[in-house]
């Protein structure tokens, strides 16, 4: 069976009126059902790239289809529910007036209001101005404006940017939440962890380009996967030892700590080798290489 | 257009800032209008008594027999104003909120958005000439009674053509701030630029280069000279002779503004279907 696309673009590039390239020829591919982590460091295009597919930007070239239909129209933005970076709201209306609004934007059922204040648990400040809420309580509107036509899609940018860790930890519970009933999401953040704790695949930005995408297990196998955790001393002469063993580049010292891209079966051997040359080993194991050594390594790569 | 014509006026009607708008136009309507015009009349200070317009003609402006032409002159001068601020702080806001962004990925497209907004602009524009007009008659039938003076109320068909001035002229003056508000896409610059237009711009230059031929041509077609030139055909009991008359008649005056409603409306749209929201 063909697999549904929630979202498709194709060459997707936005140059802005200053020259900055921001996006360039992206393609990317979310499935229907899932939540797609998009990940890049700040200024690596994930706003640019969402506003395009929530109709606000205009690509420069290329195209998008978003929930069946193309970014912006109203066939698409029937099946979209989106916060794109932070909520803006009326601040002279109460929460449950802003999402009165919205609703009314939107043609959505006045009842749905409660259940998605519930949802977000805002129901006991829905009544306050929105001008005095905190970032987590803004943020926590912004979703449930977002669900309020209960899309099937769910475009959340940096949901959980400038919450405290609790409020961080909820709104991740939140997000695992939002996927029932076959809702895809997708999740911009540059939170590494955040990513790995929510997302079944991950598409890489950097620099306006998508430079990698799969399941975070295919990212960290592609970033070589395991190594093998070294600590020895004297350092030097484990170092000198390490590189006439292995290819230099296979080497790296990080923290006191050697990181060997080799295969783990050779830790035995790699053992042996030290202690036969003198130096007092403390610590040998197999590492799975964080998400982390990967994104740095994906998104340093970048000329 | 019509849910976002319902979620703008639910918008419109919980914003404190629209209510003391309609608030300061009624009041400097009964307060600088007809109680100072009254008072001056009744109590007839030195300044006054010199004038070569006796009192008892004076006082007439403020009765019931000369309601538009009174309602009209406001609505030139702080009415305009008033419009250009309230059609301005409903675009503008909301690039100031960043809510634009909020609205656009709801359901409806751009254009029902627009157009929801420039809609319940238009029915706040009906209700404040309404209220304007309610005012005004209320004022003057105390103003009469008080007097003990008799006087007769315009016929209905007047009135109707009265209200239909005051609607169109406010009307092009809100189309005016709103579309400054999408064009400048900020509250002060909306604001700021509309109400320099009006008093620098129109007001200030009209009246002092009104003598010069290539002015006059080019005063012919501004809004606030063609507003003047509707409400100058409405019966006045007593016209001022210092005040320049209409430099064009009614029907061209009503035609310009028609065109000046229309324009600034084209142009909101084209603006505000095309344009990026958000980004550098």
Redesign the interface.
Known sequence: MAQSYAVETSGLTKRYSTGVLAVSDLNLRVRSGEVYGFLGPNGAGKTTTLRMLSGLLRPTSGSAVVAGGAPGSPASLAQLGAMVETPAFYPYLSGRDNLRVMARYSDASKSRIEPVLKQVDMTDRARHKFKTYSTGMKQRLGVASALLKDPQLLILDEPTSGLDPQGTVEMRELIKDLRHGGRTVLLSSHLLNEVELTCDRVGVIAKGKLVAEGTVDELRARGGGQALLVTASPIDQARRLLESLLKPEQVQLRDGIFSLTVDPSQAAAINRRLVADGLDVSELRVSEQSLEDVFLQLTEKQP | MI??L??DG??MR???ANWIMVGILLAWLVLLVYLLLFYLVKTQPASLRGSAVPASLLKRQIFPENLIPTVLSTASSIGAAIMIIYGALSTASEYG???I??????????L??LAGKLMALAVATVLISLAAMAVAALCAYVVVSVDGSSSSWPAATEILKGLGALVLQLAVWAAFGAFLGVAFRSTAAAIGGGLVYLFVGETLLGGLFRGAAVIKEILKYLPGINADAVNSAFHLSYRNPSVQAALVDATHGVITLLAYLTVFTVLSFLIFR?R?????
């Open positions: 849910a976002s319902r979620a639910l918008k919980k914003r404190w909120w960043s809510t962004q909020t609205i656009l990925i709801q359901k409806p497209g751009r029902a958005v095309r990026d929201v958000g980004g550098g």
